[in-house]
Protein backbone atom coordinates (compact mmCIF):
# COMPACT_ATOMS: atom_id res chain seq x y z
CA UNK A 1 0.00 0.00 0.00
CA UNK A 2 1.15 3.52 -0.77
CA UNK A 3 2.17 5.95 1.71
CA UNK A 4 0.74 9.56 2.01
CA UNK A 5 3.85 11.40 1.13
CA UNK A 6 4.13 9.09 -1.93
CA UNK A 7 0.35 9.82 -2.51
CA UNK A 8 1.01 14.07 -1.54
CA UNK A 9 4.51 14.09 -4.38
CA UNK A 10 1.98 12.65 -7.35
CA UNK A 11 -0.02 15.78 -6.29
CA UNK A 12 2.37 18.30 -6.36
CA UNK A 13 3.40 17.40 -9.88
CA UNK A 14 -0.24 16.62 -10.97
CA UNK A 15 -0.21 20.33 -10.15
CA UNK A 16 2.25 21.48 -12.39
CA UNK A 17 0.53 19.67 -15.25
CA UNK A 18 -3.13 21.10 -14.56
CA UNK A 19 -0.47 25.13 -14.74
CA UNK A 20 0.67 23.67 -17.88
CA UNK A 21 -2.65 22.46 -19.67
CA UNK A 22 -4.39 25.65 -18.32
CA UNK A 23 -1.30 27.79 -20.49
CA UNK A 24 -1.78 25.37 -23.13
CA UNK A 25 -5.40 26.05 -23.69
CA UNK A 26 -5.24 29.79 -22.86
CA UNK A 27 -3.08 29.52 -26.21
CA UNK A 28 -5.47 27.98 -28.04
CA UNK A 29 -4.51 24.97 -30.33
CA UNK A 30 -4.30 22.33 -28.03
CA UNK A 31 -5.67 19.74 -30.22
CA UNK A 32 -6.90 15.77 -29.66
CA UNK A 33 -2.43 14.94 -28.88
CA UNK A 34 -2.90 17.35 -25.65
CA UNK A 35 -5.93 15.50 -24.42
CA UNK A 36 -4.31 11.82 -25.08
CA UNK A 37 -1.30 13.26 -23.03
CA UNK A 38 -3.82 14.46 -20.00
CA UNK A 39 -5.88 10.93 -20.19
CA UNK A 40 -2.99 9.53 -17.91
CA UNK A 41 -2.40 6.16 -16.95
CA UNK A 42 -2.37 2.97 -17.21
CA UNK A 43 -4.84 2.13 -13.89
CA UNK A 44 -7.72 0.13 -12.75
CA UNK A 45 -10.63 1.36 -11.22
CA UNK A 46 -12.28 -1.55 -8.89
CA UNK A 47 -15.96 -1.08 -8.49
CA UNK A 48 -16.60 -3.14 -6.10
CA UNK A 49 -19.94 -5.10 -3.49
CA UNK A 50 -19.63 -5.36 0.00
CA UNK A 51 -18.75 -9.52 0.35
CA UNK A 52 -17.35 -9.51 -3.59
CA UNK A 53 -13.76 -9.66 -2.25
CA UNK A 54 -13.19 -7.16 -4.44
CA UNK A 55 -10.86 -5.28 -1.98
CA UNK A 56 -8.90 -8.36 -2.04
CA UNK A 57 -8.65 -8.82 -5.61
CA UNK A 58 -7.50 -5.20 -6.02
CA UNK A 59 -4.35 -5.93 -3.54
CA UNK A 60 -3.48 -9.02 -5.46
CA UNK A 61 -3.69 -7.46 -9.03
CA UNK A 62 -1.31 -4.65 -7.18
CA UNK A 63 0.91 -7.46 -6.41
CA UNK A 64 0.67 -9.07 -10.04
CA UNK A 65 1.10 -6.13 -11.79
CA UNK A 66 3.25 -4.02 -9.92
CA UNK A 67 1.14 -1.06 -9.03
CA UNK A 68 0.42 0.42 -5.91
CA UNK A 69 -3.22 0.70 -4.38
CA UNK A 70 -5.26 3.02 -3.31
CA UNK A 71 -8.02 3.13 -1.11
CA UNK A 72 -8.24 4.58 2.41
CA UNK A 73 -4.86 6.72 1.20
CA UNK A 74 -7.61 8.05 -0.61
CA UNK A 75 -9.02 9.54 2.70
CA UNK A 76 -5.84 10.22 3.82
CA UNK A 77 -4.86 12.83 1.36
CA UNK A 78 -8.01 14.72 1.38
CA UNK A 79 -7.95 14.79 5.39
CA UNK A 80 -4.18 16.32 4.93
CA UNK A 81 -5.60 18.50 2.37
CA UNK A 82 -8.71 19.86 4.31
CA UNK A 83 -6.82 19.60 7.89
CA UNK A 84 -9.86 17.13 8.97
CA UNK A 85 -9.80 13.81 11.12
CA UNK A 86 -10.37 10.55 8.93
CA UNK A 87 -13.22 9.83 11.05
CA UNK A 88 -15.07 12.90 9.60
CA UNK A 89 -14.16 12.65 6.40
CA UNK A 90 -15.92 8.94 6.82
CA UNK A 91 -19.01 10.44 7.16
CA UNK A 92 -18.90 11.59 3.75
CA UNK A 93 -17.34 8.86 1.95
CA UNK A 94 -18.88 7.48 -0.53
CA UNK A 95 -22.38 8.13 0.82
CA UNK A 96 -25.23 10.63 -0.70
CA UNK A 97 -26.00 13.14 1.40
CA UNK A 98 -29.10 14.98 1.09
CA UNK A 99 -28.92 19.12 1.50
CA UNK A 100 -30.75 19.01 4.70
CA UNK A 101 -28.76 16.34 6.36
CA UNK A 102 -25.29 18.36 5.25
CA UNK A 103 -27.04 21.39 6.85
CA UNK A 104 -27.78 19.57 10.34
CA UNK A 105 -24.35 17.65 10.17
CA UNK A 106 -22.26 21.05 9.77
CA UNK A 107 -24.70 22.55 12.72
CA UNK A 108 -24.04 19.91 14.96
CA UNK A 109 -20.66 19.32 13.66
CA UNK A 110 -18.66 22.31 12.13
CA UNK A 111 -15.50 19.97 11.22
CA UNK A 112 -17.27 18.55 8.78
CA UNK A 113 -16.92 20.02 5.29
CA UNK A 114 -19.29 20.67 3.08
CA UNK A 115 -20.12 17.38 0.83
CA UNK A 116 -19.40 19.78 -2.95
CA UNK A 117 -15.77 20.30 -0.90
CA UNK A 118 -15.38 16.58 -0.19
CA UNK A 119 -16.47 15.62 -3.26
CA UNK A 120 -13.93 18.56 -5.47
CA UNK A 121 -10.99 17.01 -3.38
CA UNK A 122 -12.12 13.56 -3.58
CA UNK A 123 -12.38 13.57 -8.08
CA UNK A 124 -8.60 15.88 -7.90
CA UNK A 125 -6.73 13.36 -5.86
CA UNK A 126 -8.27 10.12 -7.70
CA UNK A 127 -7.51 12.39 -10.87
CA UNK A 128 -3.94 12.79 -10.27
CA UNK A 129 -2.93 9.36 -8.86
CA UNK A 130 -4.87 8.31 -12.50
CA UNK A 131 -2.70 10.47 -14.54
CA UNK A 132 0.62 9.35 -12.59
CA UNK A 133 -0.48 6.25 -13.78
CA UNK A 134 0.32 1.90 -12.43
CA UNK A 135 -2.24 2.72 -10.02
CA UNK A 136 -5.28 0.54 -8.92
CA UNK A 137 -8.14 2.88 -7.45
CA UNK A 138 -10.55 1.63 -5.40
CA UNK A 139 -14.12 2.75 -5.13
CA UNK A 140 -15.72 6.07 -5.09
CA UNK A 141 -17.19 5.96 -8.85
CA UNK A 142 -13.74 6.71 -10.10
CA UNK A 143 -14.93 4.55 -13.42
CA UNK A 144 -17.14 7.15 -13.86
CA UNK A 145 -15.05 9.78 -14.51
CA UNK A 146 -11.68 9.03 -16.09
CA UNK A 147 -10.78 8.66 -19.81
CA UNK A 148 -11.95 5.05 -20.55
CA UNK A 149 -9.58 4.73 -23.07
CA UNK A 150 -6.62 4.79 -20.39
CA UNK A 151 -7.48 2.20 -17.93
CA UNK A 152 -9.48 -0.58 -17.39
CA UNK A 153 -12.75 -0.34 -15.81
CA UNK A 154 -13.71 -3.57 -13.21
CA UNK A 155 -16.99 -4.61 -11.79
CA UNK A 156 -16.49 -6.92 -9.06
CA UNK A 157 -19.89 -8.36 -7.43
CA UNK A 158 -21.72 -11.85 -6.53
CA UNK A 159 -25.12 -12.90 -5.53
CA UNK A 160 -26.47 -11.47 -2.81
CA UNK A 161 -26.27 -14.52 -0.55
CA UNK A 162 -22.68 -15.40 -0.84
CA UNK A 163 -21.63 -11.83 0.13
CA UNK A 164 -23.81 -11.72 3.41
CA UNK A 165 -22.46 -15.00 4.44
CA UNK A 166 -18.77 -13.68 3.97
CA UNK A 167 -19.78 -10.90 6.25
CA UNK A 168 -20.46 -12.87 8.88
CA UNK A 169 -23.99 -13.19 7.62
CA UNK A 170 -24.87 -9.93 8.37
CA UNK A 171 -27.71 -9.04 5.76
CA UNK A 172 -28.58 -5.61 7.15
CA UNK A 173 -25.19 -5.00 6.50
CA UNK A 174 -24.43 -5.83 2.90
CA UNK A 175 -28.62 -4.71 2.11
CA UNK A 176 -27.29 -1.14 3.55
CA UNK A 177 -23.87 -1.02 1.49
CA UNK A 178 -25.60 -1.41 -1.78
CA UNK A 179 -28.25 1.25 -0.64
CA UNK A 180 -25.24 3.62 0.07
CA UNK A 181 -22.96 3.19 -2.85
CA UNK A 182 -25.78 2.90 -5.16
CA UNK A 183 -26.85 6.42 -3.95
CA UNK A 184 -23.76 7.92 -4.47
CA UNK A 185 -23.08 7.01 -7.46
CA UNK A 186 -26.41 8.49 -8.85
CA UNK A 187 -26.08 11.36 -6.72
CA UNK A 188 -22.64 12.42 -7.45
CA UNK A 189 -22.49 10.79 -11.61
CA UNK A 190 -25.81 10.41 -12.13
CA UNK A 191 -25.68 7.04 -13.18
CA UNK A 192 -26.62 3.30 -12.29
CA UNK A 193 -23.65 1.54 -10.34
CA UNK A 194 -25.21 -2.10 -11.72
CA UNK A 195 -25.58 -0.84 -15.87
CA UNK A 196 -22.87 -2.65 -17.55
CA UNK A 197 -22.17 0.09 -19.62
CA UNK A 198 -20.04 1.68 -17.05
CA UNK A 199 -17.42 -0.73 -16.98
CA UNK A 200 -14.77 -2.54 -19.12
CA UNK A 201 -15.28 -6.30 -17.22
CA UNK A 202 -17.76 -7.40 -14.56
CA UNK A 203 -16.75 -10.49 -12.71
CA UNK A 204 -18.82 -12.44 -10.44
CA UNK A 205 -17.03 -14.08 -7.63
CA UNK A 206 -19.67 -16.03 -6.76
CA UNK A 207 -18.77 -18.54 -9.83
CA UNK A 208 -15.07 -17.62 -10.90
CA UNK A 209 -12.35 -17.67 -7.94
CA UNK A 210 -9.83 -14.77 -7.03
CA UNK A 211 -7.13 -16.24 -9.01
CA UNK A 212 -9.03 -16.85 -11.89
CA UNK A 213 -10.63 -13.19 -11.29
CA UNK A 214 -7.08 -11.92 -11.52
CA UNK A 215 -6.34 -13.61 -14.95
CA UNK A 216 -9.29 -12.27 -16.27
CA UNK A 217 -8.56 -8.98 -15.39
CA UNK A 218 -5.13 -8.78 -16.70
CA UNK A 219 -6.04 -10.62 -19.79
CA UNK A 220 -8.45 -7.51 -20.37
CA UNK A 221 -5.73 -5.08 -19.60
CA UNK A 222 -3.30 -6.23 -21.69
CA UNK A 223 -4.00 -4.57 -25.12
CA UNK A 224 -4.62 -1.10 -23.53
CA UNK A 225 -1.20 -1.39 -21.95
CA UNK A 226 1.58 -3.05 -24.19
CA UNK A 227 3.58 -3.19 -20.76
CA UNK A 228 1.42 -5.48 -19.11
CA UNK A 229 1.86 -8.05 -22.21
CA UNK A 230 5.59 -8.11 -22.01
CA UNK A 231 5.71 -8.57 -18.06
CA UNK A 232 2.35 -10.64 -17.21
CA UNK A 233 2.52 -13.18 -19.64
Aim: with cysteine; net charge positive; charged share 30%.
Amino acid sequence: MVTLPNVEAILERQARLWEMRRRMDQQGGAGESVKQRESGGPWITVSRQLGSGGTELAQRLGVELGWEVYDREILETIASHTHTRQAVLSRLDERAVGPMIEYIRRLLDPEIPGQTDFLQEMLRVIWGLARKGNAIIVGRGANWFLDPRSGLRLRVVAPFDVRAARVARDDKRVRQNDERQSGFVHKVFGEDIDDPLGYDLVINTGAVDLSSAVRAAIAALRPRVPVVARTCG
